[in-house]
C-alpha cells in the first residue's frame, strides 16, 4: 500500500531539499566564517550585554574590526536601540552606526567592516530584512567575504536555516521563514529545560522543538540564556560568560528528529553541527 503525503508537505520538504544544496553550495565557495550567535543581550547577574564583553571584544579584535553596523530592526525604536548597543560597543572600543541611517542599505552591508543584528521580535526582524532586500547581500558578505556577524536572540534565529523554532510572537507576515542560513541548522535561543518541581503544565520547550520535528528536518540547538555559538571557518564551539554566576547552568540542547536530545556544556566542540 503506498503511502500517502500531502503535497503542501511534499513541497515543504522539496524547499528544505533545495535551501539545503543550496547552503552547501555555497559553503563550498564561501571565505572563512565568522560567527558570533548569542543566546541573549540580556542575562541574570549582568549589565546589558556584559557577559558577553570578553567574547566580543575578542571576536571584534580578532577580525580587525573598528566599526560595527548595527540592526535594529528587530524592535521599532531604531535610534534608541542602536545608542544602548552603540554604547556598549563604544566603551569595548568600537563604533557603531546604525544601518537606519545609511541613504543605502545593501551598499552599507556591502562595505560594512562587521554586521551585528541585535534581538527583539524575529518577524518582524525577518520581515524587514526582506523588505529591504537584505537577506541575499548579507548572506554574500559573511560566507563569501568573510565578514563578521554578531546575533543575538532574534538576530540569533535570522542567521539559521529558518525562523521556525523562534519563542516569540508573529506580528507581522514576512515574505519566507527561511532565513540567512549562515548555518545549515536552526537555533532556539532563550532555551529552557522544564523545571522538575514545576507547576506549569502547558507544552515544554523540548515538546514544541518535537513539534517542529514532527514536519521538519533540521537540527535544533537549544541555547541556553548567556550561551553562544562562536564559529570560526568550520570549526563551532559553545561559549559562555566569564566569571559565570554560581549555579547556572550555561550550556546547550541539541535535538535531531527522531532522538534523544543532548547536553552540550560550554567548550564544547560542535563542529559537526556545521556539516549537516
Request: aromatic share 8%; net charge positive; glycine share 10%.
Amino acid at each position: 500500500m503506498r503511502h500517502f503525503v500531502p503535497t503542501a508537505l511534499k513541497r515543504q520538504r522539496q524547499r528544505q531539499t533545495v535551501q539545503k544544496q543550496a547552503f552547501i553550495s555555497t559553503v563550498g565557495r564561501m571565505g572563512k566564517r565568522q560567527l558570533l550567535l548569542m543566546s541573549s543581550s540580556a542575562v541574570h547577574g549582568f549589565g546589558y550585554l556584559e557577559h558577553a564583553e570578553s567574547d566580543l571584544t575578542s571576536f571584534l579584535k580578532h577580525n580587525s574590526v573598528q566599526e560595527v553596523l548595527f540592526v535594529p530592526y528587530a524592535l521599532t525604536d531604531h535610534d534608541g536601540y542602536t545608542e544602548r548597543v552603540g554604547s556598549v560597543l563604544r566603551k569595548l572600543g568600537f563604533g557603531c552606526t546604525g544601518i537606519h541611517t545609511a541613504p543605502d542599505p545593501v551598499r552599507a552591508v556591502q562595505t560594512a567592516q562587521a554586521i551585528y543584528i541585535g534581538g527583539g521580535n524575529t518577524f518582524l526582524l525577518l520581515d524587514t530584512l526582506y523588505r529591504r532586500q537584505l537577506v541575499g547581500p548579507i548572506r554574500e558578505r559573511v560566507l563569501q567575504h568573510g565578514v563578521p556577524y554578531v546575533g543575538s536572540s532574534a538576530g540569533t534565529n535570522v542567521a539559521t536555516r529558518t525562523i521556525q523554532t523562534t519563542n516569540d510572537m508573529p506580528i507581522v507576515q514576512p515574505a519566507s521563514f527561511e532565513a540567512l542560513a549562515l548555518v545549515p541548522f536552526n537555533i532556539n535561543p532563550h532555551y529552557l529545560d522544564p523545571e522538575p518541581n514545576g507547576t506549569h503544565k502547558g507544552e515544554t520547550r523540548p515538546e514544541r522543538i518535537n513539534q517542529f520535528h514532527e514536519l521538519n528536518e533540521a537540527p535544533v540547538l537549544g541555547l541556553a540564556e548567556g550561551t553562544a555559538l562562536f564559529v570560526d571557518g568550520d570549526r563551532a564551539t559553545l561559549v559562555g560568560p566569564q566569571p559565570a554566576v554560581p549555579g547556572t547552568p550555561y550550556d546547550a540542547r541539541l535535538f535531531r528528529k527522531g532522538e534523544q536530545s543532548v547536553l552540550y556544556k560550554v567548550g564544547s566542540d560542535l563542529s559537526f553541527l556545521l556539516r549537516e
